[in-house]
């Protein structure tokens, strides 16, 4: 009869439970249970939320650098300008670039640009900026800059006046309608040498790119109005390139260099912040190991846990067994009772990991509140908020990693427990 038993019966499962829910007047170990389940729920917490958190400042970070840089920047190589031997490394022909790059595969839209630094002063308040001269309506191309949701005033009025990051306004205490003077130090040609330009312009827009370190240096200028600001009449310093499928953007610089010319150079945005993202990949390892090592702990009270159970219930493995258990019965029973509480445990932090991700947004304000404001400071994180991002990968990684290491520490105590000699365990009773 005991050989003709299925895996797992019915008896199995009612023995387990009672042993489960046993008090410890009966010599259970139901406190050790609650132990190894809250240890496992929490360890399965931490690890969802950890994984949420990371892919969500990785998504913002990548969304935010895809959102309001170029993809790829096309640049020339420069020639040496005889008249003063220095390297001019505009670009005279950029309309003409701009079309035989526009023509490649898997661009979208090919924009030139103007650049330079500059001081930008607002009554008794100076900041540095960088200038970005371009056309308007390449303008209303970048997702982020271009966004009605985070940006103030008319980004329609731009020709007329001049578009502002949120941390340059707040720096220099403006607002849309105020006025502001950009001030560079190559300005006009003189007999007496060269003086510095000063030019007003009106505030038309103020944007939030949602980094912080673009937003309180970023300036747009209208093209037209930026090459005569910065001596490029005629020229221009860059191509903004945006692309279709911006993480191929490596296969794409090879056609990106043959449409631009041989002396065209381009410059990816995995160039640029290719090394903060190997550095979060590699801090992301780090954390997903660490924290796997916290399930283990958490795992091993199921161990723990089974092994105070397979003592106490020593009489009563010696009684089963001489009613005709078998061995595999009893490893499956003790099984059982800790392949549950890692399931239950696992169940609970999925739930507790996801709640967390879902409102990070009004937990997070809760604690900032709580901390006084100081938690999150983006002028070090570079993002204005802790993002979470809950993936299905991420999710079933952490369930597969708890469940995997609560069954495998459960099987030892089982096996223990089912190789018990049933005549010692009833010896002494």
């Known amino acids: 009869m005991a050989g003709t038993t299925a895996p797992f019966a019915p008896f199995e499962w009612m023995i387990a439970w009672r042993y489960l829910r046993a008090k410890r007047a009966e010599g259970g170990v139901s406190v050790m249970t609650w132990i190894s389940l809250i240890g496992i729920t929490l360890a399965v917490f931490a690890l969802v939320a950890t994984l949420a958190v990371r892919s969500g400042f990785r998504a ?5 650098i895809l959102g309001a840089n170029a993809h790829v920047t096309v640049y020339s190589m420069g020639e040496v300008d005889t008249q003063t ?3 001019d490394r505009t670009i005279a022909d950029y309309e003409a670039m701009a079309e035989r790059v526009r023509a490649v595969e898997g661009v979208t839209r090919v924009a030139p640009l103007i650049k330079g630094q500059v001081m930008a002063n607002a009554r008794q308040e100076n900041a540095g900026v960088q200038v970005f001269g371009i056309r308007a309506d390449d303008l209303k191309g970048i997702p982020r800059i271009a966004d009605p949701e985070t940006s103030q005033g008319d980004i329609d009025a731009f020709e007329s006046g001049i578009a502002i990051g949120s941390g340059v306004a707040r720096d220099l205490g403006v607002n849309v309608g105020d006025r502001i003077k950009l001030i560079s130090p190559n300005g006009v040609k003189t007999a007496f040498g060269t003086s510095p330009r000063v030019n007003a312009y009106d505030v038309v827009y103020v944007f939030s790119a949602g980094r912080y370190d673009i937003d309180r240096v970023r300036v747009y200028l209208p093209f037209e109005e930026a090459q005569g600001f910065f001596n490029r009449e005629g020229r221009a310093d860059e191509l903004e390139v945006m692309v279709t499928d911006p993480d191929g953007v490596d296969a794409m610089t090879l056609p990106l260099i043959q449409a631009a010319g041989e002396r065209a150079q381009v410059w990816t945005w995995k160039d640029a912040s290719g090394g903060f993202l190997r550095a979060l990949e ?5 954390m997903f190991v660490i924290l796997s090592i916290l399930v283990l702990i958490a795992a091993m009270n199921i161990t723990s846990g089974l092994i105070m159970l397979v003592k106490n219930k020593g009489r009563d493995i010696g009684i089963l067994r001489t009613m005709g258990l078998t061995e595999g019965s009893v490893l499956r029973v003790f099984f059982i009772c800790g392949a549950f509480t890692g399931i239950i445990g696992t169940v609970c932090g999925v739930i507790l990991g996801c709640l967390f991700a879902i409102y990070i ?4 304000s809760f604690i900032n ?5 100081q938690v999150w400071d983006p002028s070090i994180r570079g993002i204005y908020h802790l993002p979470a991002q809950l993936q299905f990968a991420d999710v079933m990684s952490a369930v597969a990693l708890s469940l995997g290491l609560s069954f495998v520490v459960t099987i030892f105590p089982a096996r223990r427990a089912a190789r018990m000699n049933p005549v010692e365990a009833l010896r002494y009773e």
């Open 85 to 87: 031997g220095r390297l």
């Open 361 to 364: 947004d009004p937990i997070f």
């Open 60 to 64: 913002e970070f990548v969304d935010t």
């Open 369 to 373: 509140m709580m901390m006084g404001g």
């Open 282 to 286: 590699v801090e992301d390892n780090v």
